[in-house]
């Protein structure tokens, strides 16, 4: 490896922003030789001549103003992952972006999508519009940011968001469990206008920890001051119901807890859901850690407005114990087809790879069996002597635990911090302003080689969504479906894939 090639790798591992990380990487890209690879559109890894022929319809129809055919074209022709264009292997070549010809497609896709939205034209009158975009988005699909538990290490969330936020990124439905939950909620409790404040770390508070002392311990049968967590995430996070936070935000929050009884499945809290429960409770509750803090009674408004508890009888705990990432509940609440994953939890961390299924080699794959297997071997065995116990302290303990094994932890992009000591050494402590800073740039860093991978996957999907918000905005025009309408969400800053 030469000198020149070097000082780039070193400033791509010390840059501060995504624009210096790119320009080098762009320049180490060329210098490999990679430009040719993403100049020829073959490969065996996606069907390059179906996504070159439909490129080429496309472009032909728009030439000739034929809207009829360019509407039917796309109609039942333009679905997520079209040609395998979504394996994260053509990701795996360059450091920045993939075939040119993908990111062709699919900003003349995207393009004509806004072309069609804004155009009028006899051929396809306004009412045939709304039903198209709309019935496109639903069949297409959405995506979604997932921010896993992970205690302080969740400190990496807020750079990773932060990451995507300054590309037009972060997708308007988010799940958050335990730390992830606080993140996820302090962004879908904000109007737009504040999301950029927040994300200076020292305009949030981060003081999250205090041990109890050990009378306290006992009496409150946890280790750690619950008040002190309520203050913190009072200070990050408005007094809002769920529903009153999707009305200012635009978000969709999610946010998930765990029964701390029997009998009860996990919930996952949304302003579909439950509309009228608080934040404040919810987050309490989807952070409290066995051990380490108690469980918590939800708080909902009542019909006059007032807060009043939630099934008084039930009490809850930390969402990542049952449902730290909740796909199956997001695909049929949201429409959510697409998953990018910020993982931190500090049991899962060892065990996750960084590469995508698909990237990584033979040895990736080995690693990935033989985690599969014991995992699968240990809840086998965890079902075994749990169903042989009474019910009781010992038997829930072996269900939590098996609810922790049997969980998926990876989405179709995932983004995961190095595992070191030193995160596992501030896992439950306040962490420092250096500390902050640095969890939040490695978030940032661990963010910025998948962009272009999050560009490409989420740009055609954010189109649709913005162009019925545009239309069910414009006067008279009557909305379509019992759907949410997509008016309730805040416009998309839509930005077209840069030439790799």
Not at 145 to 164: I, P
Not at 187 to 195: C, H, N
Not at 429 to 439: C, E, L, Q, T, V
Request: net charge positive; aromatic share 8%; with cysteine.
């Amino acid at each position: 490896m030469d000198r020149k090639k070097r000082e780039l790798l070193k400033d791509m591992r010390n840059a501060l922003d995504y624009a210096s990380w790119r320009e080098a990487a762009e320049i180490v890209d060329r210098m490999d030789g990679r430009d040719d690879w993403r100049s020829e559109d073959a490969s065996s890894d996606y069907d390059w001549r179906l996504i070159r022929a439909r490129l080429r319809q496309v472009r032909q129809y728009r030439q000739e103003d034929a809207v009829p055919k360019l509407v039917h074209h796309l109609r039942q022709g333009l679905h997520w992952n079209l040609g395998n264009t979504g394996s994260a292997a053509l990701y795996g070549h360059a450091y920045v972006g993939t075939k040119r010809l993908i990111h062709e497609y699919i900003a003349e896709i995207a393009d004509v999508l806004d072309w069609l939205c804004d155009t009028d034209h006899p051929a396809f009158p306004r009412p045939a519009k709304m039903q198209f975009f709309h019935d496109l988005a639903q069949s297409y699909g959405r995506s979604a940011l997932m921010l896993s538990g992970g205690a302080t290490l969740g400190l990496f969330h807020v750079g990773v968001v932060k990451a995507l936020y300054r590309e037009g990124l972060v997708p308007s439905i988010m799940s958050g469990s335990s730390a992830g939950s606080v993140v996820g909620a302090t962004i879908g409790s904000r109007a737009p206008s504040e999301v950029e404040k927040l994300l200076d770390p020292e305009a949030a508070y981060y003081h999250f920890w205090r041990i109890l002392p050990w009378r306290d311990m006992l009496r409150n049968r946890a280790m750690m001051d619950q008040n002190q967590l309520r203050k913190a995430i009072a200070a990050n996070v408005g007094d809002l119901t769920f529903e009153e936070a999707h009305k200012l935000s635009g978000r969709v929050v999610n946010i998930t807890v765990s029964p701390a009884g029997v009998n009860q499945p996990p919930r996952l809290l949304n302003y579909l859901t439950f509309p009228y429960l608080y934040l404040h409770e919810a987050i309490l509750a989807s952070c409290a850690v066995p051990v380490l803090f108690p469980p918590v009674m939800l708080m909902t408004q009542d019909e006059n407005q007032q807060r009043v508890p939630y099934m008084p009888l039930l009490r809850w705990n930390d969402g990542s114990l049952k449902s730290d990432l909740p796909i199956l509940r997001m695909r049929r609440l949201h429409n959510v087809n697409h998953f990018i994953v910020s993982q931190t939890n500090p049991h899962v961390l060892p065990f996750v790879t960084h590469h995508e299924p698909g990237e990584g080699g033979v040895l990736d794959t080995v690693r990935n069996y033989a985690f599969s297997s014991v995992r699968t071997q240990a809840k086998s065995l965890v079902d075994l002597v749990r169903q042989n116990l009474p019910a009781g302290g010992l038997a829930r303990t072996l269900d939590i635990a098996g609810s922790v094994l049997e969980q998926e932890y990876r989405g179709n992009i995932n983004i995961i911090p190095e595992v070191s000591l030193w995160r596992y050494a501030n896992v439950t402590s306040n962490p420092s302003m250096d500390a902050i800073k640095r969890f939040m740039l490695e978030g940032e860093r661990a963010t910025w080689p998948r962009i272009e991978m999050i560009r490409n996957q989420t740009l055609i999907s954010q189109t649709l969504n913005d162009c019925v918000e545009r239309l069910e905005r414009s006067p008279g025009l009557p909305r379509v479906g019992g759907g949410q309408s997509a008016a309730s969400k805040p416009a998309l800053q839509v930005v077209r894939p840069r030439p790799a």
